[in-house]
């Protein structure tokens, strides 16, 4: 029992790339959710899935896209990487309550 | 002014020390109250869920005051280990359920 997987882990773009961060979890939970954390302001949601087939913004959405793939997978795809979007990215699963499970967190720094 | 307010810290304490720690949030309308730990580059994970009536677990004893928009974490006898940021955590149960994450306060505990 794995929990929240996250791939990679760490990631170094530059401006205008593109790229996608993985997430699985095992929990057969029917929400996801991706975070990003910056110094200093808390974790703030980018988007949410609440079951498979449904995705929904969330605080910071601009520049970020999402796809509920299956119950288990969730993904994120930066479309054009900017200098801004340089965070800590957590991806999270829930079941009907409201607690989160976090997965380890994936490093990206756009240069 | 942010939905949910923490001092940043870090609060410097010696083993064996009591610390607490407070948090304001501004929604009214919350309906669940969270503390969560965060180990330096490592994901949030629950600690414990805050009751209206207060609640303990071990060391640990959390409070929440609804009049006052307020909720806190005691910590008794600090160890080594307790060493982290604490999350301040506060939940709606409508609108997906949805969280909002305090920036967290830093502890340090010196042997």
């Known amino acids: 029992n794995a929990g929240v997987t996250q791939t990679p882990k760490f990631q170094v773009l530059k401006t205008g790339q593109s790229m996608t961060l993985q997430c699985a979890q095992d929990m057969n939970h029917n929400s996801m959710y991706w975070y990003r954390q910056d110094p200093g302001m808390g974790l703030r949601l980018i988007y949410y899935s609440a079951s498979e087939g449904t995705t929904d913004k969330g605080e910071v959405p601009n520049g970020y896209n999402v796809s509920r793939l299956n119950k288990r997978e969730f993904s994120l795809r930066l479309e054009s990487a900017a200098p801004s979007q340089t965070s800590v990215y957590f991806c999270a699963s829930s079941d009907e309550t409201v607690r989160r499970i976090f997965g380890p967190g994936t490093r990206l720094t756009v240069l | 002014r942010k939905e949910v307010e923490q001092d940043p810290g870090p609060f410097n304490v010696p083993e064996g020390a009591t610390v607490a720690f407070n948090c304001t949030y501004s929604?009214?309308?919350?309906?669940?109250f969270f503390w969560y730990r965060q180990d330096c580059r490592k994901e949030p994970k629950l600690l414990m869920s805050v009751y209206s009536s207060g609640n303990e677990d071990g060391r640990f004893t959390a409070q929440l005051n609804r009049a006052s928009q307020y909720i806190s974490l005691l910590i008794r006898d600090s160890k080594l280990s307790d060493s982290a940021t604490y999350l301040c955590?506060?939940?709606?149960?409508?609108?997906?359920?949805?969280?909002?994450f305090g920036g967290g306060t830093r502890l340090m505990v010196k042997p």
């Open positions: 955590v506060v939940g709606q149960h409508n609108a997906g359920n949805m969280l909002t």
């Open positions: 929604n009214s309308a919350s309906q669940s």
